[in-house]
Each structure stands twice: as structure tokens, then as C-alpha cells.
């Protein structure tokens, strides 16, 4: 086997080295600290001066109103600090403040504000920022211009005066040096950059433990909220079928049900047959969804090769497509020796669904094809694709979601709860792959599986 050997330690560090001079962070980075003064010295004059004239106007009205307004400016420079923290020296600051569970009364809201931890680190950070931007700006501006100058004056001096016959030294003379030094200066930069950074989350953020218990609360809720859709869905599934059983059964029992002649008979036991087999399947579909959100969706993953299970699958599908839909399903060209990791029961389950849809959502003429193709060292990927009526973009996002069908009227002729591609997912995922979807509308669709490939077993 190849092994690609250890790269030496210099062009190691000289990577590292000059690194800093084309990741876009680095210029973010020097341009919050150029611009740290002209900012800090706006936050601190306006908070000073509307501070001092409102504590004077305090006994007439007016004052009061100005110390609310520099509250307000407060408020709105630490929303703007925050946002170039996260822009541009890619710090993670958790948010200024927490949405308010109830609608607040503008009394209840300033108490809220006046209380709350942040409003006042906020407030301090705002003013640090003056000490911090008078270092970091002149420091920022006395590293960069040098190197800058040492880059791009030469060039403006060719420019101005033409080639002449030591253009190369006149450019690489001053140009090493400051390219050099423009890499330290950065490095340099970054550091401060980085330092001030987790400053600003610790100080413009709510507290970690503040945030956390926060997410938690909304994650409860989210999942509150999709438990009592989906009972409403599943309610609404049931009493389709449960319907039709019932009057199926009823007018089985009526007592002049003797005049119905054999035929019908047989057709209302059928009808009572399949939409009971429905309910079953819809059980046997809810379960399973419910143990994967208990995370006890269980998949025996082993190595598998493709071939045999992707051509029995099309061989036993293919006589219905055609006799039922008049839709050819293609003999699937799958290269020998391709081996992924995946449940084989369960991958066949998925890919019988997908051939289904592609052949029901196939208009008469139609055709599937499976494809089977390795994707670089370590991927294998499976494509069903169709040339049916495709799926709008906007419904492309949900299709996967549970109980989604993109039109409901259409989708309820095939019998589908709309379960098959939220399951199929869930199961793709649990087998350490992937099940995404394209698809032009008018022209056809294309499921899309990836699973973690394997080499061939020796024979
Ligand atoms: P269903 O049981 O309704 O088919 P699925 O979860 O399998 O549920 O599919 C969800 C929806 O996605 C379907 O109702 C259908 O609108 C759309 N869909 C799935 N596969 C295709 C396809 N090959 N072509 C067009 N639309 C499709």
C-alpha cells in the first residue's frame, strides 16, 4: 500500500508560517482592530456626554429622557459589537439577552433591562473598548503600514517611472522583508484579535448556563409541539381507513344484506381487507419511527455487496411496473465488488420504496433506472431516478419530513401516508449514510443514497 511520507517540519512551519497571509480571517481581524478607536471613541463620547447631561437635566423631564436614550444607544452599540465580534474575529458570543416568555408592559420591560447582567457588561465593555481600541488601532496601523508600504510602494514607483533594468530587485528588495514581517504582524494581530474576542462573548453574551438552560426549554417545547402534530396527524391518517372499515362492515351486517350479489360482496370484503393491511402498515411504520426517536432504531450493519440485492430487487419489480403502470424499470448496472456498510434487510426496504414511489409518481411510458457507482475511496452511491412528475422545489425541503406529501388529493390515490421517506432516512442515517433528493419538476426525480463503501472481500 502507498503511504505518503511525513512532510519535513520547515515546510511544515513555513506553511504555517505564511498561512496568515491568505485566510480572509486574518484581514477581518485587522480591520476590527484599525477601526477599533473611531468606534470605541463614538461609543464613549455619546454614552459620556448623554449621561452627563441627563444626570444635570435629572429635575426636569427632559433628562430623564436622555438617560433613557443613551440606555437605548447602549443597547444598540452592544448589538453592533456583537455582531462584529462574530463578523469579523469569528468569536462564538452567545446571545445579548434571551426572548421574553410573556408580552411585557414598556414599564416591565426597562425593569427587565435594568436587571439584566448583560445591559451593565455591556456597558463596561463599551468603555473598555476605549483603553483597548487606542492600543489596538495604533498598534494595528504601526505593524500593517510598513509591510503594506514595502509591498506596494515599489510597485507605484514602477508604475510612475517606468521599467527599468533592476525592476526585479527593486521589487523583491523591499517586497521579502515586508511580506515577511506582514505574515508576522498578522500572526501578531490574530493573537490580540482572538484574546479580545473571548473577551467580547464573555461580555456581550448572555452566561453559557443561562444559554444552555434556554435551549433546553425551547428544544421542549419543539418537541412538545411536533408529539401533539403528530398525534393530530396520526388521528387524521386512522380515521380515513377506520371509516371505510366500518361502513364496509356495517353494510355487511344489515339484514338485507342477502340482496347483495357475490360480486359485491367480494368487493366490499376486499376493500375492508386492503384498508386494514393499510392500518397495519401504518402501525408497523409508527413504530418504527418511535424507535428511532428513541434512538432504538437498531440496523445489523455489515459489509454488503450491491449487485446481487439492487438486480433481485429490480428483477422482482420490473413485471409490475410493466404490467401495472406500463413503466420500464431498467436492468440496474452495478459494477462487480462494490461493498458497502449497511443493514441488508433494511437497505432493500428502503430502496423497494424509493423503486415504488419512482414507479407510481412515473406516468405510463416511463422509466426507473437504478444506478450503483463508487464515489471517491470510500463512498458507495445508490441513484434512483425516474422520469415522472418530479417534485416542486418547495415541496423538495419537506419530503422527507413525516406525513408530508407535496399534494395530498395526488399522493392519497397512491395509498402512501407519507411515512416511506421520513423512515427511509431515518434508516440510511442509522447505516451511516445519506438520503438526499433532486428533482426537475415535469421531468423527473432522482433519490440519491450514499454509504460508507468497503473493499471487496478476498475470494
Ligand atoms: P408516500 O407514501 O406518500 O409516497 P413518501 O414519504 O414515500 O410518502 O413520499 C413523500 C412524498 O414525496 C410523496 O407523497 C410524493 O409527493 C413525493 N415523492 C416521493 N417520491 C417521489 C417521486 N419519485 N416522484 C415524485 N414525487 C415523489
Known amino acids: 500500500m502507498e503511504t505518503a511520507g511525513p512532510a519535513s517540519p520547515i515546510a511544515y512551519w513555513l506553511r504555517r508560517y505564511f498561512q496568515v497571509l491568505w485566510e480572509p480571517r486574518s484581514y477581518l481581524n485587522a480591520l476590527y482592530l484599525v477601526t477599533a478607536l473611531p468606534l470605541a471613541l463614538m461609543y464613549a463620547s455619546t454614552l459620556l456626554v448623554g449621561s452627563i447631561l ?11 429622557v436622555l438617560l433613557l436614550v443613551v440606555l437605548v444607544a447602549a443597547w444598540l452599540f452592544a448589538i453592533l459589537e456583537r455582531e462584529l465580534a462574530i463578523v469579523l474575529l469569528g468569536a462564538k458570543v452567545p446571545p445579548l439577552a434571551l426572548p421574553d416568555q410573556e408580552i411585557l408592559t414598556p414599564w416591565k420591560m426597562l425593569v427587565r433591562h435594568l436587571q439584566r447582567g448583560t445591559t451593565w457588561r455591556s456597558l463596561a465593555f463599551l468603555l473598555v473598548k476605549l483603553p483597548f481600541g487606542l492600543f489596538a488601532t495604533i498598534f494595528a496601523l504601526g505593524v500593517l503600514t510598513p509591510c503594506l508600504a514595502g509591498i506596494f510602494v515599489p510597485f507605484g514607483d514602477l508604475a510612475s517611472s517606468g521599467p527599468r ?20 504582524a498578522l500572526h501578531v494581530l490574530n493573537a490580540i484579535g482572538r484574546a479580545w474576542g473571548r473577551f467580547a462573548a464573555d461580555m456581550l453574551g448572555v452566561s453559557p448556563e443561562q444559554h444552555q438552560l434556554w435551549e433546553a426549554r425551547r428544544r421542549a417545547e419543539l418537541a412538545d409541539r411536533s408529539r401533539r402534530e403528530l398525534i393530530m396527524n396520526v388521528s387524521h391518517e386512522l380515521r380515513t381507513p377506520i371509516a371505510t372499515i366500518q361502513a364496509h362492515l356495517d353494510s355487511l351486517l344489515l339484514p338485507d344484506q342477502e340482496r347483495l350479489s357475490d360480486e359485491e360482496l367480494q368487493r366490499r370484503l376486499r376493500v375492508t381487507a386492503a384498508e386494514t393491511r393499510r392500518l397495519a402498515d401504518l402501525t408497523e411504520d409508527l413504530l418504527m419511527l418511535a424507535r428511532a426517536d428513541a434512538h432504538e432504531l437498531r440496523v445489523a450493519n455489515r459489509p454488503v455487496e450491491l449487485a446481487p440485492i439492487v438486480g433481485q430487487l429490480a428483477q422482482s419489480m420490473a413485471p409490475l411496473a410493466r404490467q401495472q403502470r406500463k413503466v420500464t424499470l431498467e436492468e440496474p448496472a452495478v459494477p462487480e465488488g462494490l461493498v458497502a456498510v449497511a443493514d441488508p434487510d433494511r437497505l432493500s426496504q428502503v430502496l423497494s420504496n424509493l423503486v415504488r414511489n419512482a414507479i407510481n409518481y412515473t406516468p405510463e411510458g416511463g422509466v426507473v433506472s437504478i444506478r450503483v457507482e463508487g464515489k471517491g475511496n470510500d463512498h458507495v452511491q445508490i441513484a434512483i431516478a425516474d422520469t415522472g412528475i418530479g417534485i416542486a422545489a418547495a415541496d423538495l425541503e419537506h419530503i422527507f419530513e413525516r406525513f408530508y406529501r407535496a399534494d395530498g388529493s395526488r399522493a392519497r390515490v397512491t395509498g402512501g401516508f407519507g411515512l416511506g421517506l421520513a423512515i427511509g432516512r431515518e434508516l440510511v442515517e442509522a447505516m451511516g449514510g445519506t438520503l438526499t433528493a433532486t428533482s426537475e419538476p415535469g421531468l423527473g426525480s432522482t433519490f440519491w443514497i450514499t454509504l460508507r463503501a468497503t473493499p471487496a472481500p478476498a475470494r
Open 54 to 64: 441627563g444626570a444635570l437635566g435629572t429635575f426636569f423631564l427632559v433628562g430623564i
Open 165 to 184: 533594468p533592476s525592476v526585479i530587485t527593486q521589487l523583491i528588495v523591499p517586497g521579502i522583508p515586508a511580506v515577511l514581517g506582514l505574515a508576522l
